[in-house]
């Protein structure tokens, strides 16, 4: 809360300017465009805290990494399969999963930014950051369209969300080589801090694996499991300040039944290990709004800040801005106002219509000065 104002962010992923394809190459004067304009777009919104929308990483919030890290080869998948199409949520909703797949409805397709098939690579040599010249671009294409270096983020991935889509035939231990990955990605963490920009870690998989391996595992083991990848990442962020990262922590965001997901309250110490001052979660979906009272058994640590998602990507409903004003004052009441900053879900772009998206952060907005009203009184 700044001042009697509640502040306004996002995930990351946001739709681009009518015409653009965030998948096709662009020219550097169309790229930098289409960066002003959702620059522009989510200040018109309300919004406070604000990024490039993800339209520089040329694709979704996984994809992008692909030319960033030296190291791999890609493979066929496994005989196996990928063991992200398998789960308790999958098995016990077989026939919707088929009709889903079938209709490509699990997200929105027509953006095509969230890939229905993805490359599988392996380790093969040590694995190494060399993305620089594109991160740089994604830099400076970021600060030429906001003022305030403070008031933007950028995005990028937790070492232990692109570990599922890559198989290891180098490093001895699943733990060196989820550390190999850490240590490469730090290179892009720091630059974008050391760039005056909030970092942002986004890890869609680590607890979405509850219900493709940890079911089995049991809680404890998961648990453990989930703390190494949380060591691994705190050892890449090890030279930023807390107070520059911001950990993005969530089920996946298909439009699935998410049944199974792993109840907030057995992880949230493990969210709160990850060394940031920022964790933004889902808040606003069915499957988990209900969750904002674990605060009141858990004390959130002095001087962390917690960015639930008060409107959803999940539905094309529209949030009233009364319900964003009560979401979020379930929350204040419970943490204080000054450690609440109003969120999203997850990111927009792929996952929703661009009309639907931008409508759902004016109202969030719309709701955030509700909130900061009734909250000041």
């Known amino acids: 809360m700044a001042g009697d104002h509640i502040l306004t962010t996002h995930v990351g992923s946001l739709p681009g300017p009518p015409g653009f394809e965030a998948t096709a190459p662009q020219d550097e004067q169309a790229l930098r465009g289409a960066v002003q304009w959702v620059v522009e777009r989510q200040r018109a919104a309300g919004l406070d805290i604000v990024n490039e929308g993800e339209l520089t990483k040329g694709g979704d919030w996984l994809s992008f990494a692909d030319a960033r890290l030296g190291g791999f080869e890609e493979r066929p998948f496994p005989a ?32 095509d930014r969230i890939k229905q098939k993805r490359r599988y690579t392996v380790a093969t040599s040590p694995v190494s950051y060399v993305g620089l010249p594109g991160l740089r671009r994604e830099i400076d294409l970021l600060r030429s369209a906001v003022g ?12 232990s969300s692109l570990e599922v889509y890559r198989g290891n035939e180098y490093y001895a231990t699943a733990d060196e080589y989820v550390f190999a990955l850490a240590e490469a990605l730090r290179v892009e963490y720091e630059a974008i801090a050391n760039a005056g920009f909030l970092v942002q870690i986004d890890d869609a998989w680590t607890v979405a694996l509850w219900d493709r ?22 050892h890449a962020l090890r030279n930023i300040p807390d107070d520059s990262i911001r950990y993005h922590f969530c089920w996946g965001s298909w439009h699935g039944p998410h049944a ?24 606003a979906n069915v499957r988990h709004e209900h969750e904002y009272r674990i605060w009141e058994q858990v004390a959130l640590p002095s001087g962390k800040v917690i960015m639930p998602g008060v409107v959803t990507h999940s539905t094309d409903l529209i949030e009233h801005p009364q319900l964003v004003s009560e979401r979020i004052q379930r929350f204040a ?28 952060l004016r109202a969030l907005s719309e709701g955030a000065s509700l909130a900061s009203q009734a909250l000041s009184r």
């Not at 391996?213 to 705190?234: D, P, S, T, W």
């Not at 290990?273 to 889902?282: G, L, P, Q, T």
């Not at 969120?343 to 759902?360: L, M």
């Open 80 to 111: 196996s399969g990928s063991m992200l199409l398998r789960g308790k949520d999958r098995q016990e909703f077989a026939d919707f999963y088929k009709y889903a797949t079938e209709r490509q409805t699990l997200f929105f397709t027509p953006d």
């Open 148 to 159: 305030d270096r403070r008031r933007a983020f950028l995005t990028s991935t937790a070492p």
């Open 213 to 234: 391996i940890g079911i089995e595992m049991g809680l404890a083991a998961f648990k453990k499991y989930c703390m190494v990848r949380v060591e691994a990442l705190n």
């Open 260 to 283: 199974f997901d792993l109840p907030l309250a057995d992880i949230v110490d493990v969210m709160l290990a990850v060394k940031a001052k920022f964790y933004s979660f889902e808040a």
């Open 333 to 360: 009441r419970l943490v204080g106002a000054e450690n609440v900053i109003a969120s999203t879900d997850c990111g927009f772009g792929g996952r929703t219509h661009p009309q639907i998206a931008w409508a759902k």
